[in-house]
């Protein structure tokens, strides 16, 4: 799969991930990495609690949400 952004500028690179949001392929140079905030109930085993996860989306995307971004590390 290739980065559906670069097709539109008439290039080619190999997709290294899918936005969560609409699915098409993005690039390192298009990825939006973000954090989504997810919790688990207490007593519902060692994951419990509050967990920032890594969340991939692609430019247009990313610019819709932009009112409820968290950066997100790695």
Do not use: Q, W
């Not at 098409?24 to 954090?35: E, F, I, K, S, T």
């Not at 007593?43 to 990313?62: D, H, I, M, N």
């Amino acid at each position: 799969m290739n980065c559906y952004d670069c097709a539109l500028k008439d290039t080619t690179a190999p997709a290294v991930a899918v936005c969560d949001r609409c699915g098409c392929g993005v690039c390192l140079r298009h990825a939006h990495v973000v954090g989504r905030l997810t919790e688990r109930a207490p007593g519902s085993g060692p994951g419990a609690g509050r967990r920032l996860a890594r969340r991939v989306t692609c430019p247009s995307c990313y610019e819709a949400e932009a009112f409820d971004h968290v950066r997100c590390a790695g």
